[in-house]
């Protein structure tokens, strides 16, 4: 793993064996919850302390995030915060001596703060998934100084922006998203008090919700519906979780006081068509009705999360799992028209698997895990440069595009700050269980230790590029329980073994998962074996458009650099802040046809022998998109396919 020089003086990080922390998904009992769920749930999910990665290309993206994690200094991130409050006492040479970040947290911003908030959460979700007390000590020293600038400002009132941000949204008046940015900060907060124990950090939120309650309970439905106009991120969903480890019901209150009509209503009625709406508006939405869903029992609140789950996933995604463009929904009926240099919004994959993983612990259904691996693996794995552990902000599919990087100090954008937390959390969405039984969802090499059932069991795999995984139990009890192994939807007749014994699968299907039922004890392993093939994803209104895959994995035509460098995307900070217009200078003669017999992939492309790299019959070179960096790519290819209809 090679890393840049700003990067290299943190990047050794110890991590130990465990560490305390705590999880707000359902069944997680710890002493924190106050409102336990009550809606029902058929699995939970473990703390990250209880998984550990190892060593493999998941554990190298999460050892760059915590790198540039630790590289943050505290005092940078408190800037705004202390130039809205007038605070710098104690600063060795005053206000000018600490830098400004830039981007989206510069002092003319007005999302200025999101960024801090994201980190608490990543510092929070890498302190316990890694258990290195560096991402304590550095939330700590952040959480007691914002705890100075919330009473400096003396309302319960904590940003980096002034409240006349609030006001002006109030009253309709153009502003950018002032509760989206609150949003990341209370569930940072949040998150220091869950996975770090900190509860200075559960005090400043709790004051901060008590001043949103003096400020908007009083307001009229006419400005509550205006306001509600402007993005507002998942600030209700923040306003549960603080409903929940408080116990405190105005905070539920506040909750329900974001439920915005205009959009959620037309799903509750059963009305899937989004039209053109910001995807990553709408989304939190959607996960601020799931949590209602597990506090209150609301059935409706349930049906809403089911429905938009169902229909983005099966309608309004990519190949990769990432959905929208340019950041909005769009006709799926011109689903290949849409298909361009601005597709999959990271902050919008972000948001699904969190929505995901509420879905998963109601039904504990195979194909929300299937979703889950397709988009963990090809967008969120894939965001990350593995050269300079930055991120991006677009994940393109315009043949010929290449994935422009954020900058170590200059960017800050709203996939940054997502892109924190989620290459923190990589283990949370691996194993899965309830009294009697234990889900493997994702192949990825991990401990878990499961200590009310006295369980220690290791996962070694090379997966994707092997296709077997084997699980040993370094310690277990020897009580009956179940182990469900995902079958993928992807994979052919998985071969089983206990022990070096065939276990007979004859009974399960693709997209459900293999039972194996006995009383466990120490040694045991269970080897199992996914076939994994080349196949084909057309888009749904153009058969001649299609991507390639192998297994779960999609793989994009490596196309080399060419006019890449000039305008240079990886050194000039200002062409990586233009995102959203960005020239990719693509060559009129880049080629993106592929021949290929759609019937058997494998007849025209070749996979090379132990590597995940294939060539066509043309010669073209197709690796998996997450490795595609510095490089322009195809993934939507025009196929040349004698079974295609013409």
Known sequence: MRLPVFLLACACITIPLSVKAQSVYPGQHHGKIKVETSAPHKVESFDLKDVRLLPGRVRDNLERDSAWLVSLPVNHLLHSFRN?????????????SVPKLGGWESLDCDLRGHTTGHVLSAYGLMYAATGAE????????????????QEALGSGYLSAFPEELINRNLRGKSVWAPWYTLHKIFSGLIDQYLYSNNDQALEIAR???????????????????????????????????????????????????FYHNDVIDPLAAGNADFGTKHTNTFIPKVIAEARNYELSGDE?????????????????????????????????????????GYTGETCCTYNMLKLSRHLFSWDAAAEVADYYERALYNHILAQQDPESGMVCYFLPL???????????????????????????????????????????????????????????????????????????????SGKELTLKL????????????INGKKVNTSSTKPSSYISLKRKWRKGDTVEVTYPMSLHMERTPDNPARAAVLY?????????????????????DPT??????????????????????????????????????????????????????????????????????AN
């Open 551 to 571: 297994g779960p994995v999609v793989l994009a035509g490596d196309m080399g650099t060419e006019g890449i460098e000039a305008p240079a995307p990886f050194s």
């Open 575 to 644: 062409v990586r802040n233009d995102y959203y217009t960005y020239n990719y200078r693509i060559p009129a003669s880049l080629p993106t046809t592929l021949r290929i017999n759609a019937g058997k992939p494998s007849d025209t492309i070749t996979r090379l022998d132990g590597t995940l790299r294939f060539t066509s019959s043309e010669g073209h070179t197709l690796i998996p998109l997450y490795d595609a960096h510095r490089c322009r790519y195809v993934v939507y290819w025009d196929i040349n396919d004698s079974t295609t």
């Open 486 to 497: 995902r079958y993928p939807s992807w994979s052919g007749k998985p071969l089983v073994r």
């Open 84 to 96: 809205n409050a007038g605070v710098f006492a104690g600063l060795e040479g005053g206000y000018e």
């Open 300 to 340: 409706n609140s349930r049906d809403i999360a089911r429905l938009f789950w169902n229909e983005v996933t099966g309608h309004h995604s990519f190949a990769t799992g990432s959905c929208s463009q340019k950041e909005h929904f769009f006709d799926t009926s011109r689903f290949s028209k849409y298909i361009n």
């Open 134 to 149: 560096v991402f304590k000590h550095k939330a700590d020293s952040l959480v007691a100084r914002l705890a100075e600038v």
């Open 398 to 476: 315009q043949s010929g595009a290449f994935k422009v990087y954020s900058t170590p100090r200059h960017s800050f954008w709203c996939c940054v700050g997502s892109g924190f937390e989620s290459h923190a959390k990589y283990a949370e969405g691996i194993y899965y269980h309830n009294d009697t039984e234990l889900y493997v969802n994702l192949f990825i090499p991990s401990v878990l230790t499961w200590s009310d059932k006295g369980i220690v069991m290791r996962q070694e795999t090379s997966f994707p590029e092997s296709e077997k995984t084997v699980f040993t139990l370094d310690e277990a």
């Open 207 to 257: 004051k901060m919700g008590l001043w949103a309650y003096g400020k908007l309970m009083n307001q009229t439905e006419e400005t509550r519906r205006l306001m509600l106009r402007n993005e507002f991120g998942g600030v209700n969903e923040a306003f549960y979780n603080l409903y929940a480890v408080t116990g405190d019901e105005r905070f539920a209150e506040l909750a329900r006081y």
